[in-house]
């Protein structure tokens, strides 16, 4: 199991990267958004920029060290890196391309694992194309077993979805997973895309402004976000604020627009903030039931954290709607003009008649409010 | 007729262009690739040749490896003389003509997208290496380019040799101080024979880039 331990500071005019992370996991996804510094990262990973300070370590290797001056150049560093929109040398063939990072073998040896690597990746027959004469999706082949003939300490992914259009990416997205749990090397992925992120990586870092404000296993980041700046990150949608009322290592209970709301407490991670503190938390607009009105009145015990809405605003997304709903109760609305968006699968809305009939009693399961701790 | 002429500015341009390609590419890479302090200066240099009087050039370089120039004096202690050889007509070649490659060069090395240099680098590959199986074969078009233009230009060079190597028939009488030569003694006939010789050889040089330029890489 490769060890990457990252911990460097670079600084620009205007932009400094400092950020410390440690991955024990095959797959680790650098996520965030754009000028965040995860390509510099990888930079830095690869030997093509030098940090000011800090340390590079891979497995029991050290790429980097700025207290002794120990800065591998990055032939010697065996890297694969997939360039973000792949980089083949354009006058080529795909044979060459394979072959490129072999030169000093000898000759047999060349020839048989980069046949070995054009098998595995399905590249059979493209020998003697240039990279002009690919689709997209070969593309990608090329630069993966070029940067996997190397047999490399880590393999580095720069954005390797970017280059393609929406139906080519979910399929090569999958494709890429398999390649990657197939050569099982240890693997660094850059994606600004948190889906992407989620079905490459094994553990997510999520960076913003040059800093990593989370580094976790990607299942504890879609649950538990550190912070609202990460779940703003996430795309997270009803991430909002309210004031502690209490909080126990298993509930924390919160006002919020008048109400009382319940929430679970995360068990690996107990947050207990003072009463009368300020709180941070998300609500998937998926997750809001809506309260039937053929079913008689709600029980609050089944039904927690009940509330009563009007639908402000809704959008048609085809296969859902997103609703739009206002609390009855007085104060401005948490978020413009409306508190909470609901998605509700088309089929419901139309069940439901909520076209014609805009006033909802609604609630929210404990587990479906999440805290995010400041 | 005397051929002397066509055989030495031949051998002048060919070898000036030799040299220019050893000092250049570097040169060109330098300005293509890299950030430093002077490089503003340096690439002012580079253009200087071209747009100062070539007789001014020439004076500047005479009084550098004339008898009395430092380099002259140098080249004396070991007993070689520069100035009025071929050597000087090869050196007025040079200085007149590496601009051309120069800028030609650098133009084609900026266009290497920068990311397949690191991509070679990350295979393990050196600098050296980098250039030779990258670098030069994305952007040799540019630089033959160059190089057939500096032959050219090495080729037609009359004010910088005229100073340096002198006028002097059957040792430093190029091809452009021969039809001057001719001219101004009122032997048309053979002026323009060498001038004829002159046009075809660029033309058909530059008929030859321009079919090499058709080709992929």
């Known amino acids: 199991m490769t060890v990457v331990t990252v911990e460097i500071v670079k600084r620009y005019p205007g932009f400094t990267l400092d950020v410390g992370w440690r991955a024990e996991k095959s797959v680790v996804g650098l996520f965030g958004p754009s000028g965040a510094g995860k ?4 930079q830095c990973l690869a030997g093509l920029v030098r940090p000011d300070a800090g340390r590079i370590v891979v497995d029991d290797r050290v790429f980097f060290d700025g207290a002794s001056g120990v800065d591998l150049p990055p032939q010697r560093r065996r890297i694969g890196y997939v360039f973000q929109g792949y980089a083949l040398f354009p006058h080529l063939t795909v044979a060459a391309n394979v072959a490129f990072g072999l030169r000093g073998r000898p000759h047999g040896e060349r020839r048989r694992r980069s046949a070995e690597v054009i098998e595995r990746l399905g590249l059979g027959g493209l020998e003697a194309r240039y990279p002009s004469e690919l689709s997209g999706g070969q ?13 490399p300490a880590l393999l580095l992914l720069d954005e390797p979805l970017s280059a393609l259009d929406a139906p080519l990416r979910r399929a090569l997205r999958d494709e890429l997973r398999e390649v990657l749990a197939a050569w099982g090397t240890a693997a660094v992925v850059v994606t600004h895309d948190f889906t992407e992120a989620y079905r490459l990586a094994d553990r997510i870092v999520v960076y913003e402004g040059g800093r990593v404000i989370q580094s976790a296993p990607r299942a504890e980041l879609l ?35 008048g109400q009382t709301l319940e929430a679970v407490n995360s068990p690996t991670r107990s947050y207990l903030p003072p009463p009368d503190s300020p709180i941070a938390f998300f609500i998937r607009p998926e997750y809001v039931r809506l309260i039937r009105k053929d079913r008689g009145a709600p029980d609050p015990q089944h039904h927690m954290n009940l509330m009563a809405g009007r639908i402000v605003g809704e959008a048609d997304f085809g296969t859902v709607w997103s ?17 909470l968006e609901v998605e509700v699968p088309h089929l419901v809305y139309e069940i439901l008649e909520i076209e014609r009939d805009r006033r909802w009693q609604f609630s929210i399961h404990r587990g479906s409010i999440h805290v995010l701790p400041a | 007729m005397d051929l002397f002429p066509v055989w030495l500015s031949l051998r002048v341009a060919l070898t000036a262009t030799a040299l220019t390609l050893l000092i250049g590419i570097p040169v060109a890479l330098l300005l293509a690739r890299r950030r430093f302090p002077g490089r503003n200066v340096l690439e002012a240099a580079v253009v200087l040749p071209l747009v100062l009087p070539p007789t001014v050039l020439g004076y500047y370089l005479l009084l550098v490896i004339g008898g009395r120039g430092p380099v002259g004096q140098a080249l004396a202690a070991v007993g070689l003389e520069l100035a009025f050889t071929w050597g000087a007509a090869v050196l007025a070649a040079c200085v007149g003509s590496i601009a051309l490659l120069i800028k030609s060069a650098q133009a084609g090395f900026e266009t290497v997208d920068h990311q397949l240099e690191q991509a070679a680098r990350t295979l393990g590959r050196s600098e050296w290496s980098v250039f030779w199986s990258v670098t030069l074969p994305l952007a040799w078009r540019s630089v033959l380019a160059g190089a057939v233009l500096a032959f050219c230009r090495a080729l037609g060079e ?56 058709r080709l992929r890489y």
């Open chain 1, 39 to 42: 390509t510099l990262t990888l």
């Open chain 1, 139 to 151: 593309r990608q082949r090329v630069a993966l077993g070029r940067a996997l003939a190397i047999d």
């Open chain 1, 223 to 257: 649950w538990q976000p550190a912070s609202a700046a990460v779940a703003g990150i996430m795309g997270l949608r009803n991430v909002l604020h309210g004031t502690v009322v209490k909080a126990t290592p298993e509930r924390i209970q919160l006002r919020w627009r």
């Open chain 1, 323 to 339: 609703l739009r709903l206002r609390l009855e109760a007085p104060g401005a609305p948490a978020q413009g003009d409306f508190d």
């Open chain 2, 158 to 213: 009359f004010g910088i040799t005229l100073m340096v190597a002198g006028n002097i028939p059957g040792r430093t009488q190029t091809l452009p101080l021969a039809i001057y030569d001719r001219v101004q003694g009122a032997q048309l006939g053979e002026a323009n024979a060498l001038a004829l010789i002159a046009v075809g050889v660029v033309v058909v040089l530059l008929f030859g880039l321009s079919r090499l330029a």
